[in-house]
DNA sequence: ACTCGTATCAAACACTTGTTTGAGATTTAT
DNA sequence: ATAAATCTCAAACAAGTGTTTGATACGAGT
């Protein structure tokens, strides 16, 4: 059998799509075909096609469809909680902590991911945590741990608020965050005759902190 | 051929799951099954043993599996927005309108719709707005001519807030809004350790409406 | 030069998908 | 009761799925 024997490759397949070696394009061209047409709608076809790979490639280099779609999921979702933490650590840091410094730590990152592989990125992880297999929500479990982490942070900044209040916020926000789709802003563009445009990435951030520290009571 | 022979039959398949014609049988097994599991993890076979009928009984009442799935849609869809159209104009109806009257008759048909079978429409009406396919964005457009009306509704109810304003902030009410399906209230429950309970209705809209007016500043 | 691990390829695999078919049963109306 | 519409059924269909196979090419390393 052909075993994981290349299991252990190549990290990270940051940006190049045009001459890497076939892992990464498939990764690349993988990622980017399921935020544009949705999880269920690509093919290891259609992927390999793309990434100009054998049909077979995707079970030799990763050990299935699955694993791929998988890996690709952890990579990016372990980037963005990367920059979440880093941040979140920077506003515990100066005392008093401000709620509205914590919240901004857990809403700039995925928000200010304006280049054209992080918006794919983002999409491909929203993707995957509505549509994507079972074994999705296994990691997203991890992300429990991390999102705990804000949760707690929060509690320490309001102690005036319980515990289960700050969690529905927080469950709110949530909802707030992944609500940004193609189809979402799709709506909201007809909505407001494309009064609303969702390229200036500054003004939403500054959009979405403002409603939600609201909602915090901050 | 068959052609539409069935097509103007019976009108809406409210609840009797028990011993209904096969034609409502088959809605509401493909309503529970996609609610459960999501829109492409059910297939014609799963449906049909479901409403223990044959597995051509869907191409024969409705035209196709696709079509069964827009006219679940399209009936759901109906029901909450005549909902809220009655909410809205009760609203509407008294002078000076308030802004928290407005945003409540967006936010209490769905959150108030807790019999099972309400549950499964609404659970089911996130995930074709979601994962859905293509044909039901066109619903959803009609969608936006009922959308526009709270817009201008909360327009006239906040006349110091700009246009723009309001409309960004109802998409980020939306996001809240359609954060609720099963998996999203997964990780809540695994972020609480079972602390935050979906299931009392009433305390749960009132979070989210205060929530969401603060958000709008009222 | 010759092997060995790695990589790529076309072809086929077994399986599931939605749909169609044609015959039989059932109901309804005249 | 007779005929006509309506409905149900098992079986098969073509098309698409992810994966496996075995052959072949490439590229070092001793």
Redesign the interface.
């Known amino acids: 059998m052909n075993e994981n024997k290349a299991a252990k490759r190549s990290r990270q397949p940051d940006s190049p799509p045009a001459e890497a070696n076939a892992r990464t394009r498939i990764f690349l061209a993988a990622e980017a075909l399921v935020a544009e047409r949705?999880?269920?709608a690509v093919s290891s076809r259609d992927i390999t096609a793309r990434a100009g790979v054998n049909l077979g490639a995707i079970n030799y280099h990763y050990r299935s469809k699955h694993e791929l779609l998988l890996e690709i999921f952890r990579t990016r979702a372990g980037e963005l909680n990367r920059e979440r933490q880093a941040m979140l650590r920077a506003a515990l840091a100066q005392k008093p902590v401000s709620a509205r410094t914590i919240l901004r730590a857990l809403i700039e990152p995925p928000t200010l991911w304006s280049s054209d592989e992080r918006r794919t990125a983002l999409t491909y992880l929203n993707r995957a945590?509505?549509?994507g297999p079972s074994e999705v929500?296994e990691i997203?479990?991890a992300?429990?741990r991390h999102?705990?982490r804000f949760?707690t942070a929060l509690e320490s900044a309001l102690p005036e608020v319980s515990?289960?209040?700050i969690?529905?916020?927080?469950?709110?926000t949530?909802?707030?965050?992944?609500?940004?789709?193609a189809?979402?802003y799709?709506?909201?563009a007809?909505?407001?005759d494309g009064?609303?445009a969702p390229d200036d990435r500054e003004a939403l951030l500054a959009?979405?902190l403002?409603?939600?520290t609201?909602?915090f009571?901050v």
Chains 1, 2 share one sequence.
């Open positions: 949705g999880f269920d945590r509505r549509e929500r997203i479990r992300d429990v999102l705990r949760a515990r289960e209040e969690l529905w916020r927080l469950h709110f949530l909802g707030v965050l992944h609500h940004n789709s189809a979402d799709e709506r909201l007809l909505l407001s009064q609303c959009r979405l403002a409603f939600i609201a909602g009571g």
